[in-house]
């Protein structure tokens, strides 16, 4: 698809569907853009970031509402060597 990069993940459509979301893996933040389906034009929609972001290993998904007023992401986190990884799920509103 015109402007998307081999690094980016699809997350959702806009409410017309004229436009697909999609997270850029492997950063933080992850920042998720709005790709125009027509054009292939991006624009940055949101940069979801943990208040601490100190070991975060991978991110999960990034799941949005239809009407992209509100999302949900998680993320795996190791503190310590040799211990757990432990999931977090984080729900915000846009």
């Known amino acids: ?12 459509w806009s409410a017309g569907g004229r436009e697909l979301l999609v ?3 492997g950063q ?10 027509a054009t292939g034009k991006r624009s940055l929609w949101k940069a979801p ?7 975060i290993d991978r991110w999960g998904r990034v799941l949005l509402s239809s009407d992209l007023k509100a999302y949900i992401y998680s993320w795996v986190r190791t503190r310590t060597a040799g211990c757990a990884p432990a999931s977090t799920l984080i729900w915000s509103k846009a």
């Open 23 to 25: 997270i850029v893996r």
């Open 1 to 12: 698809m015109p402007g998307a990069e081999i690094s980016e993940v699809p997350t959702g």
């Open 28 to 37: 933080t933040p992850a920042p998720v853009f709005r790709l125009e389906i």
């Open 49 to 55: 970031e943990p208040a601490d972001s100190a070991g």
